[in-house]
């Protein structure tokens, strides 16, 4: 059984040996996070103790689901990828798992037309709704918050106090005022963990115990990452090996990572990975770009590029061994298909065969392919493989030299914004 992750490079493109000469490098990095007091709450605090919190996240979402049909969650980035990621990972293709209810995004974008529709949707379902913010002013979840919680006070009058959740910053920031002012339930965001580093925070507990997953096995398992990865040993240390390869893969000129997976619910999940390496390296004119693909889907549509193109690529296949449900090929004696040779075997088989053979001709084309393998597409691994993957990101980012945990660059559109709105001069 592999409780961990398993990371392997299928095609050995370098030497192990390339590996040793980082041996110190990522040990001095290890004991500067591990020291740091700068952001870096996230890296123990899958060990603390939760009992209580946990408890609390419990029991609101027993009472959200007596009272409510949808949960409506409004935020951005780090305050909302988490949460979407592994509700659609662990969730049934079609409808929502039985022991939860309906969870909603919004905040996330300003489309007029989503919001619109949002709304008509919701008129005839009981809600609740959970903003999420941790600097609690960030203009697309702030103007969502704003329609939502007119309309929660028009559909439930002085009752709309007892449907409204904040998770925000326990101490600072707009949102924190408006929820101390008006009463509403809070939830804190440790202030030493940031946006993309928050998942495991109430920032996605709660709406993903809502949507009916069990947090505690989400949580055993990311403790467990917590645990196993604090080995300072890079020849130990999986999370590490993984950095350390894409380190040396960036230095031989690969500039753009993708992220590959066989089950489409990972969809969301790439994308969570993407603004927690993209956020955490792209800066000073440095990192791996981060991009996603989704097989066999994509292979009829970017396969081409992979297999032929530019040779500025290279892949990580995550891989789960084990995916709740599965379907067999039916015998039919017409055969005019001449698919019988498969009848009898299941549809996940087939996918993993059709893993085994992507990755090889990959590979023959020249793209180096790195593969993380788990055990079970369940709550427990994801737990483990997020807490995994962030360890990974700030090894990686502090070996490109650049801070993991700040954003300075995504600045910039929001004051061109402002000064749009505000009619200023753009200089
Ligand atoms: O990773 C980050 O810090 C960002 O992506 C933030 O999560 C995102 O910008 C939303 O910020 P906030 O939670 O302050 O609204």
């Not at 609390?56 to 979402?61: G, N, P």
Request: net charge negative; with cysteine.
């Amino acid at each position: 059984t592999t409780h961990s992750v398993q990371t392997t490079l299928l095609n050995c493109l370098f030497d192990y040996q390339d590996m040793e000469a980082y041996k110190d490098r990522v040990k001095q990095i290890h004991f500067e996070l591990e020291n740091s007091k700068d952001m870096t709450g996230w890296i123990n605090y899958p060990l603390m103790d939760h009992k209580a919190l946990f408890n609390e996240i419990e029991d609101l979402k027993s009472e959200i689901c007596i009272n409510a049909d949808v949960f409506v969650v409004i935020g951005i980035g780090g305050s909302f990828l988490g949460a979407r990621a592994v509700q659609e990972a662990l969730s049934p293709y079609f409808g929502v798992l039985k022991e939860g209810i309906e969870v909603i995004y919004v905040g996330h974008h300003m489309s007029g037309a989503y919001l619109e529709q949002l709304i008509h949707y919701l008129d005839d379902k009981e809600i609740y709704i959970n903003v999420i913010s941790k600097s609690g002013s960030t203009m697309e979840t702030a103007l969502a918050f704003r329609v939502l919680r007119q309309y929660m006070e028009k559909r439930y009058g002085e009752n709309a106090v007892n449907r409204i959740i904040v998770t925000t910053d326990p101490e600072r920031g707009i949102l924190k005022n408006i929820a101390e002012k008006e009463g509403y339930k809070q939830f804190a965001i440790p202030s030493n963990i940031g946006g993309r580093y928050s998942v495991l925070t109430p920032v996605g507990l709660l709406p993903l115990a809502v949507s009916g997953i069990d947090i505690r096995s989400f949580m055993d398992g990311a403790k467990n990452a917590a645990l196993e990865l604090k080995a300072v040993d890079l020849m130990r240390n999986h999370a590490y090996q993984y950095a350390v390869i894409r380190n040396i893969l960036y230095n031989e000129g690969y500039s753009v990572e993708m992220l590959a997976s066989f089950e489409p619910s990972l969809k969301k999940f790439h994308e969570w990975w993407m603004q927690l390496f993209g956020e955490s390296e792209g800066k000073e004119r440095k990192g791996l770009f981060p991009t996603c693909v989704t097989f066999s889907t994509d292979l009829h549509a970017i396969g081409q590029f992979i297999q032929e193109g530019s040779p500025i690529l290279f892949e990580t296949l995550l891989h789960f061994h084990e995916i709740d449900g599965d379907y067999d090929v039916p015998y039919d004696s017409r055969n005019e298909d001449g698919l019988n040779y498969l009848a009898g075997r299941s549809f996940n088989e087939i996918n993993a065969t059709s893993k085994q053979g992507t990755a090889l001709a990959h590979a023959e084309g020249g793209v180096p392919v790195i593969q993380l393998e788990m055990q079970k597409l369940d709550a427990y691994h994801l737990g483990y493989l997020i807490y995994f993957f962030m360890k990974a990101c700030a090894m990686s980012a502090k070996l490109l030299e650049v801070n993991p945990f700040d954003q300075p660059g995504v600045e910039a559109y929001k004051k061109k914004m402002l000064k749009l709105l505000k009619n200023e001069p753009l200089k």
